[in-house]
C-alpha cells in the first residue's frame, strides 16, 4: 500500500479537492471508515470507481514528487506506475487529502534477453 497525502498549500490541491468531492457525491457506495495512515487521522473516505479513475491519473502527483507539500512513501517510480488498474481511495485528512494506492508493482519487472538491457 502506498500512499500520497496532499496539503492544502500543494498546486495540486485545488484538483484534489474536486475529485474527492466528485467521487463522494456521485457514489452509491457508503463511505470508507475512520482509520489512521502514517500518524495521519484520516475520516470520509471513497473508493474511486473505475469510470473516475482518470481523476486521479490526471492529478499527475508524480510532478510534485519532490515538493514539500506533498508526503508519501511512494518513489518516483511508483507515482509513475499508478494507472487505472489500481485500487484508489481518497481520504479527507485534517489539512489535506490521502489517496491510498494498492496495487502497484514495487519492483520494476526485468526485461531483455538476460532480464536487463545491454544498450
Not at 490541491?13 to 457525491?25: G, I, L, N, V
Not at 499527475?60 to 514528487?65: I, Q, S
Not at 526485468?110 to 536487463?116: I, L, S, V
Request: a positive charge; charged letters at 25%.
Amino acid at each position: 500500500m502506498y500512499y500520497a497525502y496532499v496539503l492544502e498549500q500543494s498546486r495540486k490541491a485545488k484538483a484534489t479537492r474536486s475529485a474527492y468531492e466528485h467521487c463522494k457525491s456521485h457514489t452509491k457506495s457508503p463511505l470508507l471508515p475512520p482509520v489512521t495512515i502514517a500518524d495521519f487521522p484520516l475520516t470520509d473516505g471513497v473508493a474511486v470507481p473505475q469510470q473516475d479513475k482518470h481523476r486521479v491519473l490526471n492529478l499527475r502527483l508524480h510532478d510534485e514528487h519532490l515538493s514539500p507539500y506533498l508526503k508519501s512513501n511512494a518513489s518516483l517510480f511508483h507515482l509513475l506506475m499508478i494507472d487505472d488498474k489500481t485500487e484508489t481511495k481518497i481520504y479527507r485528512a485534517e489539512s489535506g487529502w490521502m489517496l491510498v494506492f494498492e496495487g502497484i508493482q514495487a519492483q520494476p519487472k526485468p526485461f531483455g534477453q538476460n532480464g536487463f538491457d545491454l544498450r
